[in-house]
């Protein structure tokens, strides 16, 4: 830990301008582990001009200050140091790529596991249970402030569901005391953006549980939204946000899907897996990534219907292999 930790702390403390960016379509780790650093370089390292770069995200998180300053368009600025966040390929950047490509050193803090490596500097933990788990151990506890540990709070939340999935470990729990130390109102955190939901999420929520369909003999289940459904509530890819895994809860499912239309006419996929399909490889295959248990990817596609038929494929290659072999293809937790 202390080498990679002075690796970071070197390149901060080596760049008067620095560029904080993270994934397209950001949620509560990418958001909170680019604020966290955001606010942690404030508090701890004076005089450096320090923004952040990530496309809009839900409303409930700005109750972080420092949410407040992030700018959603490229400013064509070009920096010192380029952190990014929480993002397993440097694709995923799509807007703010130039200020990855352009800045004089980058550095790279995740853990993902389809992550690679793509910066001069690669910090990847997979065994993390997010990016804010893992910037917490590269952090000093001593100079995380209250308003630093609110947002690597909301990413570890996020991450793990509530400390409900199976990446949630032991360290992820003594992490989360130690910030609940810090003083933040960690049922507040919870309740404000994790569970609570608008009127129109609702909605759709209540839309594609009714329209959901299972395959694969009952072991996937599936639902989708064609663009003119979104169009007719006025929806937007945030209010989207937990209907995958309301679906992964479903009794005896293995693999939870689902399918939305874009606006340029690809399909953004998102996979829940409970037990042993690794849905990350499946998202890798198709230019995507994330985790074993929780990836996505975009696919360009004549249909709907053609984006599902080519998931599933490779969704029901997993699980046959698994029900011939269950000892050999067993998943490691993540």
């Keep these: 830990?202390?080498?990679?930790?002075?690796?970071?702390?070197?390149?901060?403390n080596n760049a008067q301008t620095i560029g904080i960016i993270g994934h397209s379509s950001p949620d509560g780790d990418c958001v909170g582990s680019c604020t966290a650093v955001y606010q942690y370089i404030l508090d701890?390292?004076?005089g450096k001009k320090v923004q952040i770069y990530l496309q809009p995200f839900k409303e409930a998180f700005y109750f972080l200050d420092s949410a407040k300053t992030i700018i959603h368009e490229w400013d064509e600025k070009e920096y010192d140091l380029c952190i990014a966040l929480d993002c397993g390929d440097d694709k995923r950047f799509q807007d703010f790529y130039k200020c990855f490509q352009n800045a004089k050193r980058t550095v790279c803090v995740d853990h993902h596991i389809s992550n690679k490596g793509y910066a001069d500097v690669d910090i990847i933990r997979p065994e993390a249970s997010s990016t804010c788990e893992l910037l917490f151990d590269l952090m000093d506890y001593d100079k995380i402030s209250k308003k630093t540990a609110e947002s690597l709070y909301l990413g570890l939340v996020h991450d793990t569901g509530v400390f409900r999935h199976?990446?949630?470990t032991k360290h992820s729990m003594e992490v989360a005391g130690y910030l609940v130390e810090k003083g933040i109102k960690s049922e507040k955190i919870i309740d404000d953006t994790f569970y609570a939901k608008t009127y129109m999420q609702n909605q759709l929520l209540g839309r594609a549980l009714m329209e959901s369909i299972l395959f694969l003999n009952g072991k996937g289940i599936v639902t989708y939204f064609k663009k003119n459904v979104l169009d007719f509530y006025g929806a937007t890819s945030i209010d989207l946000d937990g209907i995958v895994d309301q679906l992964r809860l479903t009794k005896g499912i293995e693999v939870a899907l689902?399918?939305?239309?874009?606006?340029?006419?690809?399909?953004k996929v998102s996979m829940r897996s409970n037990s042993y399909v690794d849905v990350s490889k499946i998202a890798s295959y198709f230019g995507g990534g994330g985790h074993?248990?929780?990836a996505g990817c975009t696919l360009p596609a004549s249909s709907i219907y053609d984006v599902i038929n080519n998931v599933s494929a490779h969704i029901e290659k997993q699980i046959l292999d698994?029900?011939?072999?269950?000892?050999?293809?067993?998943c490691i937790t993540d």
């Design 1 to 12: 830990m202390g080498i990679t930790l002075n690796k970071l702390i070197d390149e901060i």
């Design 44 to 46: 701890n390292y004076q």
């Design 166 to 168: 199976s990446n949630t």
């Design 258 to 267: 689902f399918v939305y239309e874009k606006p340029n006419g690809e399909y």
């Design 292 to 294: 074993i248990r929780a």
């Design 322 to 330: 698994y029900e011939e072999n269950p000892e050999e293809n067993q």
